[in-house]
């Protein structure tokens, strides 16, 4: 399908309106117009999608990539624009050709950029997320320092930690830096990116300043494209939260994968690091979701980097093995509540997490 961009759709409708169904997203993702009001044969010929394929329910249509204008906004406008108005149409699949893919850069990082960072060849990644939101910014750098000395891999900022933004960098990051004189071991520090837009690079800037090596960003909360400028712009690692993601595959009936959102998506737009819920956890995702989202961050995709995934939600210290051998060794292990609760003895929770991996 060179030049040309797949859609698999999923309808849930009467059989005998699939092929009705079809041909109203071919044209109301493009034209938006009734067939016999296009006038123009160029128009019909090459911009109205074309049905490749209907099986049952299952529906492929594709879409020249100039419908796209090769940018991130018009391409989210051809995937699910006026479409997702209506009722009873799931996008299941995605291919997109490389004249598109060929136009973003994706993770500065990805896998073996952040492992080469860390020194860590052979095992999974340890992150902790500083919480509860309303602690102050020295409070959350305590945390931070008691991480960092445990032997955590990653700490970032809870996704909903926002206020005294330079305050906590700053503290923050002198955390981690004290950590690492005494302990040698390299520990990240990732604030949380939010802010209203015209503030933005002016809290990039000033982490950089203090030696913060990446952020975490919520991309559909600070915009999809904006997320994809910062990391085309800034060279760091870039963590992906899936905040107000969920609107999009929690009804099975409606929206988008998982896998589309939170693995091609995210990659796309320059992700290192995806968080996800895990299977299991306080969210309903399965095995399977979580499988194919992993499936989606690590496989081949052009020139692309692979994304570590960072599944999340409710981990529990005891089924972390597990999680190790459902996703392998590429993966963060974002650990939440069960790391405070073991926080009198921290250092040695961490270092029996370890071991197991060895």
């Known amino acids: 399908m060179a030049g040309r961009l797949l859609i698999t759709y999923r ?12 041909e109203d997203i071919a044209l109301e993702q493009t034209a938006e117009l009734p067939k016999e009001a296009i006038f123009y044969k160029n128009v019909l010929k090459r911009i109205v999608g074309e049905i490749d394929s209907i099986e049952s329910k299952t529906v492929k249509i594709s879409y ?15 995937l699910y624009g006026n479409i997702s108005l209506k009722k009873g149409i799931k996008v299941i699949g995605l291919k ?12 500065n990082y990805g896998i073996q950029g952040i492992r080469k960072v860390f ?52 503290l923050c990051q002198e955390a981690v830096n004290r950590a690492k004189e005494k302990t040698g071991k390299e520990v990240l520090y990732f604030p949380n990116l939010t802010a209203p837009m015209e503030d933005m690079e002016k809290r990039i800037e000033y982490g950089i300043k203090r030696g ?25 690692i870039f963590i992906a939260h899936p905040s107000l993601s969920g609107t999009f595959f929690t009804n099975e009936r409606h929206g988008i994968n998982s896998e589309i959102i939170l693995g091609k998506l995210f990659r796309l737009i320059g992700s290192d690091i995806v968080i996800f819920p895990n299977f299991g956890g306080r ?41 190790k051998d459902f996703y392998g060794k590429d993966v963060v292990i974002l650990i939440g509540a069960s790391l405070y609760l073991k926080s009198s003895n921290l250092e040695k929770t961490v270092r029996d997490i370890i071991r197991k991996f060895n």
């Open 11 to 22: 309808l849930t409708a009467p059989e005998d309106k699939i092929p009705e169904i079809a």
């Open 64 to 78: 020249d990539i100039s419908t796209t204008d090769l940018q991130i906004p018009q391409f989210l406008n051809l």
């Open 96 to 107: 997109i050709p490389k004249e598109f893919v060929g136009k973003f850069s994706g993770p």
């Open 119 to 170: 020194n860590i060849k052979n095992r999974p990644l340890l992150a902790a997320a500083l919480k509860p939101m309303g602690l102050s910014s020295l409070e959350l750098s305590g945390w931070c320092l008691k991480f960092a000395l445990s032997g955590i891999d990653i700490i970032k900022d809870d996704h909903g930690i926002c206020g005294e933004f330079f305050k906590r960098v700053k």
């Open 212 to 236: 913060v090596r990446g952020f975490l960003v919520s991309p559909f909360l600070i915009g999809l494209d904006y997320s994809r400028y910062i990391t085309q712009n800034y060279p760091l």
């Open 283 to 323: 969210f309903p995702f399965t095995k399977e979701t979580c499988f194919n989202i992993d499936k989606s961050l690590k496989e081949g995709f052009y020139h692309i980097k692979k994304s570590l995934p960072a599944p999340a939600g409710g981990i529990n210290l005891k089924n972390i093995p597990s999680i």
